[in-house]
């Protein structure tokens, strides 16, 4: 057992928590990772791989039991995201986005709301979290789409863009602004926008360098009426929401960023081993034994941050902004240096499809950009320094 296997099998997980992961890595290993490379080379949307998922009742593990879920840890979670995008880095996404988009709701929706629509997730429903707009990405108090009461009605006019699961999803958490507050960061508010609303549309999704399987979807709210018991808080209150929901969504990035990251470095290894260079095997090469240190132990040291940070949440902590940015934006820079040099170890292979570490190294760029750019994130981290 390597250091890294070590690691995983001392995870603070329960027998329940322990079974169930073991279940979603034999899904992994015998559905979701074959089907991987098809998937990219299609972008068709991975709905075995959902059905799958759902078969296993993934989405209830964070769903409160009493609205129909079996809720377990948060590091549970994060080890199941690691698995899933370790096998298909679009599937990853696509599950994970369930988790983002529905935290928010069960952290601060009303009871009705929650009884509501929790079960429609607990059951294998998609979620979207629609927050980036074309004129607003990592300062999301730049959006302009609009929320206008109407009676027992909200009226959206505006659109998101990059929105994953956008195409697909059955709720949507939508931020926008309220239209009688004028000041721009005060205005922010959220609500539940339910699939088949009329004025929703759906402009077209991305073709991207990575995640090709994971739909990124722009839309368009033609003056869509939501009900107002759709309104999660208060007019005014989504800044609040927001940076609530980033702080435990950016942990979900970073397992996300490491699952790549494993599978790349996995690949790497077992290549190495085999592969011979002047009668030797490459890992024989020291300079190539230096090469495989280092990212052994950037790997290992950021899945203990990952941890670490996952033992906050559960122990309920509520102060881990700046430790979730160190996370997310390490373990996403992380993970495209590990993948880039998994391609460097492979050498000419390593550039084809033959082999998924090309497939990796294109889907670990996202990571670094988006739930903040790590430019953003190193911003947050060093201005969290500045003396009062």
Not at 329 to 339: E, G, L, S, V
Not at 371 to 383: A, C, D, F, K, Y
Request: proline share 3%; aromatic share 8%.
């Amino acid at each position: 057992m390597n250091m890294l296997d070590r690691m995983d099998a001392r995870l603070p997980l329960s027998s329940e928590e322990r079974m169930l992961l073991d279940s979603v890595k034999e899904l992994c290993n015998t559905q979701i990772a074959p089907r991987a490379a098809e998937y990219d080379r299609s972008g068709a949307f991975p709905w075995e791989n959902v059905k799958a998922i759902n078969e296993l009742g993934l989405n209830a593990m964070f769903i409160p039991d009493i609205y129909g879920g079996a809720q377990l840890s948060f590091i549970s979670y994060l080890a199941c995201v690691r698995e899933i995008s370790k096998a298909c880095a679009s599937t990853g996404i696509v599950w994970a986005t369930n988790f983002h988009a529905i935290k928010p709701l069960i952290e601060y929706g009303s009871e009705e709301q929650k009884s509501r629509l929790l079960p429609r997730i607990a059951d294998g429903g998609l979620a979207s979290l629609a927050i980036t707009e074309p004129s607003a990405g990592s300062d999301a108090t730049g959006m302009r789409t609009s929320f206008t009461p109407d009676g027992d009605d909200i009226v959206i006019n505006g659109g998101k863009t990059f929105i994953t699961n956008g195409d697909v999803a059955d709720l949507y958490l939508v931020f926008g602004k309220w239209s009688e507050i004028s000041d721009p960061k005060a205005a922010i508010s959220v609500l539940i926008l339910e699939k088949g609303t009329e004025g929703l549309r759906v402009l077209g999704t991305e073709h991207k360098m990575g995640t090709r399987a994971s739909s990124t979807a722009s839309l368009a709210f033609d003056g869509c009426r939501v009900p107002r018991a759709n309104l999660i808080g208060a007019p005014g209150e989504g800044l609040k929401i927001l940076f609530g929901s980033l702080n435990r969504s950016r942990p979900s990035v970073a397992a996300h960023a490491l699952g790549i990251a494993r599978a790349a470095f996995e690949d790497a290894v077992d290549y190495i081993n085999e592969r011979r260079q002047s009668g030797k095997r490459i890992l024989e090469f020291q300079g190539i034994q230096f090469m495989l240190a280092d990212l052994a132990t950037e790997l290992a040291l950021c899945e203990s941050w990952l941890w670490r940070v996952g033992e906050m949440v559960d122990n309920g902590d509520q102060d881990f902004g700046i430790e979730a940015s160190m996370l997310k934006q390490r373990a996403t820079d992380a993970a495209m240096r590990i993948t880039t040099d998994a391609v460097q170890l492979f050498g000419g292979y390593g550039y084809c499809n033959d082999y998924r570490v090309e497939r990796l190294m294109r889907d670990a760029k996202i990571t670094q950009i988006w739930e903040g750019t790590n430019q953003v994130h190193r911003q947050l981290i060093g201005r969290s320094f500045l003396k009062k």
